[in-house]
């Protein structure tokens, strides 16, 4: 009869305790999402904000115990699926796990374990893009598949579809990685990824721009593990990577879609779509209504990207911390931020300011789509505005010299006119407190190819490319841009981010093997290839200053110049030869009696004339 008891006791204490470790379990499951999902120690922000959603895990107290971590505060938010934990983290270059404790009645129900990591040494100290680099820009489902098990995955919304211009192709990352011999053998030193996060949209996914997972990298371009792989195995090779963030809308289909936080966690929430009118100098209009500044800013871009609320402290402290997370945990190299404008602009002031106090020498470039020079010079470091806005933002895409590099090559020559434009555009360099760190690229992923823009003018064409690899700025150049890829829809973005030959098994051409290419697009890799690897030796056109001359008989001049190294390059944009008299530029040439010409290696003399063929770009280094 006692043994009977003691069994049966026994039982019910292991079903008992069963039961209790069920239930913690149940409990530990109700967190759908913990984000950031680790830190690290040592950062120069020691402060961390993290959001926890589960169901009704607002009606928990937190409590944490550990001498690594305070618990500064616990924010209870209008849905009680979230909570906010703000804590602070202690010095110590050591890794640290440390539980979350989520009580009710005075005692843990369950715990959740968060992670800090120990930094990299030399993490803060990264060095960002500048002069010296030239991006390659990749749409990464468009230039290689080098995994088609991932082409489909399973519960994703969209699945492949290659026929399709606006269909998912299969690139990833595994393509990416298996070619970066070929982009560092043209002479590239970083790469620019259009947006690799999940984007688990019903249709047109493939660009990224539509974030569903801030911390997931999209599945059909690979894991997280392999972004950063990608990261370390570029960065062995001389090749940083840059990182394309969005911070001013997300995809319809983000998991808080469904369940936000609170009800200004996205503008214009409760009404849904509402389009911006994209009236960007509603920013910076003295006389401007505050109507019109508030829909260009709330305003979403299109009805599946909500537009996020920057003014609302959880969602900036969110988004910066993310940028953080990203830089720390792949090693970037640089962020090209989308739509720079169009966010709360103070917003955007915390957001490139947290991340150059974080990492005093990274590089940040914003993407702010305008001709006029003077709204583009608005946002960037060191302008003194008359509103008073300052930024952290050093560098941004430079629109407006691409348009006049296209008007320049495709116009008639006039006084104000051909390749003049180039030259009155550079000489409002003024506007910029520091136009050198400006990108400068001759098309990208959202304007039809410049092989197209040019009228499919070879020569045009080479003198484009010379000048963007000549002039003052960062140089970016779209993946095919140095084949020729063309298009025959003026932008339309399907074919304009076509597939890149060689990345598909089967491809009849590849540029990889330069197998099926034509002649002109064979020169074109070579010319292209030729003045990528001489650029990335030369610290005179990477660094040097630059001085230009008003351009006469359709010919332009300029210098770039450091220390005793120099470069002279002259684009005869003329149908006709042109004989050159040296005496003019006699200041920059001193006592120079020769140079190199880049493209062809013959030696040059710098006497009293140079003869320049018609329609012809020349580029001379030379030393005093």
């Given at each position: 009869m006692f043994h009977q008891i003691e069994t049966g006791f026994f039982r019910l204490l292991c079903t008992g305790l069963l039961f209790i470790a069920c239930t913690s379990m149940l409990f530990a499951q109700s967190i759908e999402h913990i984000e950031p999902p680790f830190w690290w120690r040592d950062m120069q922000n020691p402060e961390l904000q993290i959001m926890v959603h589960g169901k009704d895990i607002g009606k928990y107290r937190v409590h944490i115990d550990n001498d690594a971590v305070d618990l500064v505060a616990v924010h209870q938010v209008a849905n009680p699926n979230y909570l906010f934990i703000d804590i602070r983290i202690a010095p110590g270059n050591e890794g640290q796990t440390f539980d979350i404790e989520f009580q009710q009645d005075g005692k843990t129900t369950f715990t959740q374990p968060y992670e800090l990591y120990k930094r990299k040494p030399g993490s803060a100290q990264r060095k960002g893009f500048d002069q010296s680099d030239v991006m390659y820009l990749i749409t990464p489902d468009r230039f290689a598949n080098g995994d088609p098990s991932n082409d489909e995955v399973a519960g994703m919304k969209e699945g492949l579809n290659r026929q399709e211009g606006y269909g998912r192709h299969g690139g990833d990352i595994a393509g990416i990685i298996e070619h970066l011999d070929y982009i560092k053998d043209m002479g590239f030193t970083a790469i620019w990824l259009n947006p690799v996060l999940e984007n688990d949209q019903q249709k047109w996914s493939y660009h990224g721009y539509a974030t569903t997972d801030y911390?997931?990298?999209?599945?059909?371009?690979g894991s997280n593990e392999e972004y950063a792989n990608l990261s370390r195995i570029a960065g062995e090779m001389g090749i940083k990577v840059i990182m394309d963030i969005i911070v001013n809308h997300c995809g319809s289909e983000h998991w808080w879609m469904e369940d936000p936080p609170m009800d200004d966690w996205i503008n214009y929430q409760e009404q849904g779509f509402v389009p911006t009118n994209h009236r960007k100098t509603t920013l910076l209009d003295p006389y401007g209504a505050p109507s019109d500044r508030?829909?260009?800013?709330?305003?979403?871009?299109?009805?599946?990207?909500?537009?996020?609320?920057?003014?609302?402290?959880?969602?900036?402290?969110?988004?910066?911390?993310?940028t953080i997370w990203w830089i720390e945990y792949a090693d970037l190299g640089g962020i090209r931020q989308d739509t720079y404008s169009y966010p709360f602009r103070d917003f955007m002031t915390d957001w490139t300011c947290a991340i150059m106090e974080e990492y005093p020498d990274m590089n940040i470039v914003g993407e702010e789509w305008f001709g006029d020079i003077g709204t583009l010079a608005y946002w960037q470091q060191g302008k003194d505005n008359?509103?008073?806005?300052?930024?952290?933002?050093?560098?941004?895409?430079?629109?407006?010299?691409?348009?006049?590099?296209?008007?320049?090559?495709?116009?008639?020559?006039?006084?104000?006119?051909?390749?003049?434009?180039?030259?009155?555009?550079?000489?409002?360099?003024?506007?910029?407190?520091?136009?050198?760190?400006?990108?400068?690229?001759?098309?990208?992923?959202?304007?039809?190819?410049?092989?197209h823009q040019l009228n499919r003018d070879f020569d045009h064409w080479k003198m484009a490319m010379a000048f963007i690899l000549t002039t003052r700025g960062v140089p970016q150049i779209y993946y095919g841009t140095e084949i020729l890829m063309d298009h025959e829809k003026p932008g339309d973005h399907g074919t304009i981010r076509s597939d890149f030959p060689g990345g598909w098994k089967g491809d009849k051409v590849n540029v990889f093997t330069r197998d099926g290419l034509n002649r002109q697009q064979q020169e074109a890799l070579e010319y292209?290839?030729?003045?990528?690897?001489?650029?990335?030796?030369?610290?005179?056109?990477?660094?040097?200053?630059?001085?230009?001359?008003?351009?006469?008989?359709?010919?332009?001049?300029?210098?770039r110049s450091l220390d005793q190294k120099h470069v002279m390059v002259v684009l005869n944009k003329s149908h006709l030869g042109r004989n050159i008299n040296l005496d003019r530029f006699r200041l920059n040439l001193g006592d120079a009696e020769e140079g190199i010409n880049v493209l062809t290696g013959e030696t040059i003399h710098l006497g009293n004339r140079l003869h320049v063929s018609g329609q012809t770009a020349v580029i001379i280094e030379y030393s005093e």
């Open positions: 911390y997931k990298v999209d599945s059909r371009f508030e829909k260009m800013v709330k305003g979403w871009f299109v009805e599946s990207m909500p537009d996020l609320n920057q003014r609302n402290p959880f969602m900036s402290r969110y988004l910066i911390q993310n008359p509103d008073g806005y300052t930024s952290c933002l050093r560098s941004l895409m430079d629109f407006p010299l691409q348009v006049k590099l296209v008007e320049a090559l495709n116009q008639e020559e006039g006084f104000e006119d051909g390749i003049t434009r180039l030259y009155l555009q550079l000489g409002t360099d003024y506007h910029y407190p520091a136009p050198e760190e400006l990108v400068i690229f001759p098309d990208n992923h959202d304007m039809s190819r410049i092989w292209t290839r030729k003045l990528l690897r001489w650029r990335k030796g030369n610290k005179a056109v990477q660094y040097g200053s630059l001085m230009h001359y008003v351009p006469e008989d359709g010919v332009y001049v300029y210098f």
